[in-house]
Nanobody, 128 residues
Framework: VQLVESGGGLAQPGGSLRLSCAGS????????MAWFRQAPGTEREAVAG????????NYADSVKGRLVISRDNAKNTLYLQMNSLKPEDTALYYC??????????????????????WGQGTQVTVSS
């Protein structure tokens, strides 16, 4: 499965962006999907995860109430709506596909080892 992110760019503090991640195969809809981010000099951070059927979503505490993960399985596309952006949201954002047999929970979703396909990333910069 190939994953291609888009939608990054420059936004002002308080602004919004919508990231997209297109999967290359229809089977991507049967897996947990997630967004991660990494800023220069920091470790990769799990941002949000979503179950195959869209009923379960999980978020890092730092983004709760501001970022919303969603997916359109008919289009094999994952989204991240980013609102009320802050300078600390500046990072390279990656989408990731969960391994076969991985069922999301509130404790397991942030672990990068549970994902086996990653996009190339899209840069988000929040600055005035």
């Amino acid at each position: 499965v190939q994953l291609v992110e888009s939608g990054g760019g420059l936004a002002q503090p308080g602004g919004s962006l919508r990231l997209s991640c297109a999967g290359s195969r229809a089977s991507s809809r049967t897996y947990v999907m997630a967004w991660f981010r990494q800023a220069p000099g920091t470790e990769r951070e799990a941002v949000a995860g979503i179950s195959q059927n869209r009923l379960s979503t999980n978020y890092a505490d730092s983004v709760k109430g501001r970022l919303v993960i969603s997916r359109d399985n008919a289009k094999n596309t994952l989204y991240l709506q980013m609102n009320s952006l802050k300078p600390e949201d500046t990072a390279l954002y990656y989408c990731a596909k969960g391994r076969a047999g991985f069922w999301i929970s509130t404790t397991n979703w942030p672990s990068g080892e549970r994902y086996d396909a990653w996009g190339q990333g899209t840069q988000v910069t929040v600055s005035s």
